[in-house]
């Protein structure tokens, strides 16, 4: 048993299952990106028809505990290992839901390029690496959606 929970990956798909970010914390479970969006995919295909918008869902898959939630046209994934408590797994996704929440409800500005430099400003410097950036950008993708499908 560990010490200290880990998370192996925090996911966010569409609600066809494509990346909007995510985020792996070793490369030791998925060595490759094809083994990473391998994975996505199960994860989506075994998930998607559940009912996890009111509250988080916990699954077993692979040997990974997921908890996931689903909101709007959005799809949250936190993976543990088997032996992860998923109550812990459940708030660190809370914890993401909330902020990721606040990201996208705090700007009210619907011109892509300031919202893009609003999000970019706080979360980036100029040498950050591209992954950070692609997470920045993923958000303003992911505000888009949810406007989107609020609109229609």
């Known amino acids: 048993m560990q010490a200290c929970p880990q998370v192996k990956n925090i996911l966010v798909l569409d609600s066809e299952g494509k990346r909007v970010a995510v985020k792996y914390y070793s490369d030791e479970d998925w060595p490759t990106n094809g083994a990473k969006e391998a994975f ?61 929440g606040i990201l996208l409800s705090v700007p009210l500005q619907t011109d892509a390029a300031v919202l893009a430099n609003k999000v970019a400003s706080h979360n980036i410097d100029s040498g950050a690496p591209l992954s950070e950036q692609t997470l920045a950008q993923a958000l303003v993708t992911a505000r888009e959606h949810l406007t989107r499908s609020l609109l229609k």
């Open 40 to 100: 996505e995919k199960t994860v989506f295909t075994k998930t998607h028809k559940t009912n996890a918008r009111t509250e988080a869902e916990v699954t077993m898959i692979d040997s990974y505990v997921i908890v996931y939630k689903f909101v709007e046209d959005l799809h949250f994934f936190v993976t543990g290992g088997e032996d992860q408590n998923e109550l812990i797994l459940a708030s660190v996704l809370q914890g993401f839901f909330d902020a990721v």
